[in-house]
């Protein structure tokens, strides 16, 4: 999900682009509480998890396999949103952008490092860990 001005541009597993009016922060909220949670409180409970201070990801629902992390501040108006559990692998692009595969062989280039990216990963795998261990 990429943020827009206007709302979002979502791509959905065959790599279409839809817009939608809805910015990606919304559509998280509303999700979470689909699911009997906040997205305040997901946001909480993995920077507790996994020590992290930057870049919250939502576990949306573990169950039906959403959990979404930002590639930049959510504060960042363009800040985009990436699927974690369909993530097959990220590698550099250029510089300052990381080609994305997922496991529906669609791809997609974001606007971040592919550091930024591997970090990402690593916070998602930890949290995950972490609830289920608790769990």
Not at 70 to 95: Q, T
Request: with cysteine; glycine share 8%.
């Amino acid at each position: 999900m990429r943020g827009t001005p206007q709302g979002m541009t979502a791509v959905d597993e065959t790599g279409r682009e839809v817009k939608l009016p809805e910015r990606p922060e919304e559509y998280l909220r509303e999700a979470c509480l689909r699911h009997g949670s906040t997205m305040e409180g997901r946001e909480k409970s993995f920077r507790y998890l996994t020590k992290s201070s930057q870049k919250a990801g939502v576990l949306v629902s573990e169950r039906e396999q959403e959990f979404w992390f930002p590639c930049v501040s959510r504060e960042n108006e363009n800040c985009e949103w990436v699927s974690y559990f369909h993530v097959v692998k990220a590698f550099a692009s250029n510089v300052s952008q990381c080609e994305i595969m997922f496991d529906s062989g669609a791809g997609t280039i974001v606007n971040c490092s592919s550091r930024t990216i591997g970090l990402q990963l690593k916070r998602c795998r930890r949290f995950l860990q972490e609830i289920n261990e608790k769990g």
